[in-house]
């Protein structure tokens, strides 16, 4: 069964312009993961939060996390259409320091077209 | 540094056939996991290899079987392909240190 469910599940927007994509999950987490996939490949790992975090940053990328709410979102900064892909958040439920146990449960993903 | 390796690429079998997969993690990484992604859905998580056993289990048939090797490759077996079992397998390993999985590019399995 899928834990994230991302939210919108298409996203269509122009170079230049934010994207904002949104997950929910049911039940309480170690962290959670964001990844890309480009044409139905392998995925690449964008950025991990853990629970005890709140908002992260990676170069043009900006995750929040909201425990109480169980969601999380991915924001884009000005984007280009090379950002073009799958973007999966996952949930990682192990408690505590796991120290590799690390089963992922996976969304659906948020499909992002962005145009030139 | 080669990132995770799987191999085939592509794969087509006929119903009630075997297939092995095969995963070479990154290099420094001891963990390998195996995912399977039916087209427009997430992974769904099918099991886990640590120190050559499998230390967590989705919710697959025993169909569904895989082994670790003392250099930490790992194959990933099915047994009596169904129809069903068309999907793009992946394979990700992770270090000592969680901080993220490295997936390889998959194989795509073609049952017919």
């Known amino acids: 069964s899928q834990q994230g469910e991302e939210d919108p599940q298409a996203l269509s927007i122009q170079e230049g312009e934010n994207a904002t994509m949104n997950c929910s999950y049911k039940t309480s987490i170690n962290n959670l993961q964001w990844y890309r996939q480009n044409s139905g490949r392998g995925l690449v790992h964008l950025i991990l939060i853990r629970s005890n975090e709140r908002e992260k940053h990676s170069g043009r990328l900006r995750v929040t996390l909201d425990t109480s709410k169980k969601s999380s979102s991915l924001l884009i900064t000005a984007s280009r259409a090379a950002d073009t892909a799958s973007y999966f958040c996952a949930t990682d439920p192990s408690k505590g320091f796991s120290g590799g146990y690390n089963k992922l449960i996976f969304g659906a993903g948020t499909r992002l077209a962005v145009h030139p | 540094d080669a990132g995770v390796t799987q191999s085939p690429t592509h794969l087509i079998k006929t119903r009630g056939q075997q297939v092995t997969l095969r995963c070479s993690p990154k290099?420094?990484?001891?963990?390998v996991s195996w995912y399977q992604q039916a087209l427009g859905q997430g992974p769904q998580f099918i099991f886990q290899?640590?120190?050559?056993?499998?230390?967590q289990r989705g919710n697959f048939p025993d169909r569904f079987s895989g082994h670790q090797f003392p250099n930490y490759s790992s194959e990933l077996n099915v047994n009596a392909l169904l129809l069903g079992d068309s999907a793009l397998y992946l394979c990700?390993?992770?270090?000592?240190?969680?901080?993220?999985?490295?997936f390889g590019s998959g194989t795509r399995l073609t049952v017919v």
């Open positions: 990700a390993s992770s270090p000592p240190i969680f901080y993220g999985y490295t």
């Open positions: 290899y640590y120190e050559e056993e499998e230390r």
């Open positions: 290099s420094g990484h001891d963990t």
